[in-house]
């Protein structure tokens, strides 16, 4: 006669599925956090200039410190980028930028900004043509007096601010 030794199944002691559970969920949780970020968040100035411009580069940090969020093309060639914005050639500066519907030339002040989005005027932007000493991004020992006009498509300008007077 032959016996059979039989085995009795082993009983699951709930520790392997409980780690299992466990493992489980980790690995979901760890997936739906990496997979379900913030949305990055929009630019409020979104600047084109020359990636070699230094004065273009202190606007934007005079930007920054502002408070503004800013996100910064580097463009070789920028006259496409001043037709396409609409800046007229006796306007034109560095370095344009786009803030909510309006084009900003040049060094623009940042309270400037801030005021024209406040009163939100029906104008295709503001500018500060040149280059003018002791504006944003072109601080120096010397404050030349410049204004900040703004410009309709067809070209018309008003002064918008006056600056180092």
């Known amino acids: 006669m032959t016996i059979k030794k039989t085995t009795k199944p082993r009983e699951s002691s709930g520790f392997g599925k409980l780690t299992i559970w466990l493992l489980a969920g980790i690995t979901l949780a760890a997936g739906s956090m990496l997979f379900s970020q913030q949305p990055a968040r929009a630019a409020d100035v979104v600047v084109y200039k020359s990636p070699t411009c230094g004065c273009c580069k202190g606007w934007v ?4 410190g502002n408070g503004f969020f800013v996100e910064v093309h580097d463009q ?6 001043k037709a396409e914005l609409g800046v007229p050639r006796h306007l034109q500066s560095c370095h344009t930028a786009k803030v909510g519907d309006y084009v900003i030339e040049g060094h623009v002040p940042a309270n400037d900004i801030k005021r024209l989005l ?10 500060a043509p040149g280059m003018p000493m002791g504006s944003p991004g072109m601080e120096g020992p010397r404050k030349d007096p410049y204004d900040v006009l703004t410009f309709q498509r067809g070209g018309k300008t008003t002064v918008y601010s006056r600056h180092n007077q």
């Open 76 to 81: 070789r060639d920028m006259n496409p980028v």
């Open 118 to 127: 406040e009163e939100k005027p029906a104008i295709a932007g503001l500018s």
């Open 61 to 64: 940090s005079h930007l920054q």
